[in-house]
């Protein structure tokens, strides 16, 4: 059980903000500094302890190759001491690490006020995406829970405990876990071979889906039921509880195809609806994304954001590559669009 006041290394232990499957989140004060950070630690439940330990390592190198305003930033990383093992009730060497404390909750209260915000919100998990897969870095996990606010209202992708390193993939078999209501067929199935950013494309498609009607594209009392319900892709009427232009119901829809080389991962940000014109709401057909402007949720200058665009095509290409060379796995088309928007 852990205890408030414990200390690892220069930190010292407040209170508990967060829990989830992996892990506990503590609010922590670094000593001499006024700031105070968030530290991420394993549960102490032994089950399992070696697998997740690996898994935890994974998922501090990850967040620390990354380097994005739309990723959560790691301050300290390290292994427990006999005694900070003590004082936290885990074990020795166990891993643990501090990043930056986001204390404007998560995308799981927010409802967006209307499409400007939800394509803010969309455009910034894009870029933060787009960023991860061209390091190689496939999240996995992309839900509500796992997006976090700041202070300010920006937004930060949580948690890649569950991430996929495309590099390493085909020497090890990653974490397994996951959220069922946001994964794709390819995820549910277990055949990590056949990941890659479309996969975390599907799960955005989940989570937009999620906040543009309240609901999951695909809901059911038990696992298999779902599973087979994301595998079939029969994706219930689309009912927004707020107002969107033309062309979102369209890109969820290809985002949630269950064939993952169908998904249309390059054109994607050009297809992407732009901000609403005067005299109404826009597909940016003809180059929204180039346009890039700051994003209301997330504040990004027009440069990084271009920047970040472009290696979500580049990303894609090199994804189709990595992919056409694991064993198993069909290639990913790479000029395929999103067909039927205006
Ligand atoms: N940097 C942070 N600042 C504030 N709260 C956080 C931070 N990171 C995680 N949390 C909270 O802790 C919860 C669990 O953290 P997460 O990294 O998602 O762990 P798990 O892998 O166990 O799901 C999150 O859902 C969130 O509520
Ligand atoms: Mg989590």
């Known amino acids: 059980m852990l205890a408030s006041g414990a200390r690892i290394a220069s930190l010292r232990l407040e209170s ?15 000593d001499g500094l006024s700031a105070p950070v968030a530290v991420k630690l394993l549960h102490a439940d032994p089950a399992r302890r070696e697998d997740r330990a690996r898994a935890f390592l994974v998922e501090a190198q990850s967040v620390a190759a990354l ?19 003590q004082g936290v009730g885990l074990w020795p060497g166990c891993p643990w690490m501090a990043t930056e404390l986001l204390t404007g909750g998560s ?9 400007p915000e939800l394509r803010g919100w969309l455009e910034a ?3 933060a995406l787009a960023h991860a897969h061209a390091r190689g870095l496939i999240h996995r996990d992309l839900k509500p829970d796992n997006v976090l606010f700041d202070d300010a209202g920006v937004l930060r992708v949580v948690d890649f405990g569950l991430v996929l390193q495309l590099d390493k993939a085909g020497t090890e ?11 794709a067929p390819e995820q549910l199935s ?55 232009p033309d062309g ?56 990084p954001r271009r920047l970040a665009l472009a290696r979500l095509c580049t ?18 088309a790479p000029t395929r669009g999103l067909a039927g928007v205006p």
Not at 19 to 24: C, H, T, V, Y
Not at 107 to 115: A, F, I, M, T, V
Not at 318 to 332: K, N, V, W
């Open 67 to 85: 380097d994005h305003p739309h990723i959560v930033s790691i301050l300290d990383f390290g292994l427990l001491t006999e005694e900070e093992a």
């Open 190 to 244: 277990g055949d990590w071979r056949r990941q890659g950013p479309w996969t975390d494309l599907y799960a955005l498609g989940c989570l937009g889906w999620r906040l543009a009607t309240g609901r999951w594209p695909h809901e059911a009392a038990g696992l298999p039921e779902l599973a087979a319900a994301h595998a079939a892709g029969r994706l219930p009427p689309f009912v927004p509880r707020l107002a969107l």
């Open 16 to 30: 508990r903000i967060g829990r989830g499957g992996m892990g506990e989140v503590w609010r922590a004060r670094q």
């Open 248 to 303: 979102v119901e369209a890109w969820l829809r290809a985002l949630l195809r269950p064939a993952a080389r169908s998904r249309p991962a390059p054109l994607l940000a050009a297809s992407f609806p732009a901000r609403p014109q005067r005299g109404g709401p826009r597909l940016a057909a003809e180059g929204g994304a180039a346009r890039a402007q700051p994003s209301p949720g997330g504040g990004l200058h027009p440069q």
């Open 315 to 332: 990303m894609a290409a090199a994804g189709a590559e990595q992919e056409a060379q694991r064993p198993d796995a069909a290639a990913l």
């Open 173 to 183: 078999a990653p974490f397994s876990g996951g959220t069922p209501v946001a994964m």
């Open 125 to 127: 998990l894009l870029d």
């Open 107 to 115: 995308l799981r209260e927010r409802q967006p006020s209307g499409w």
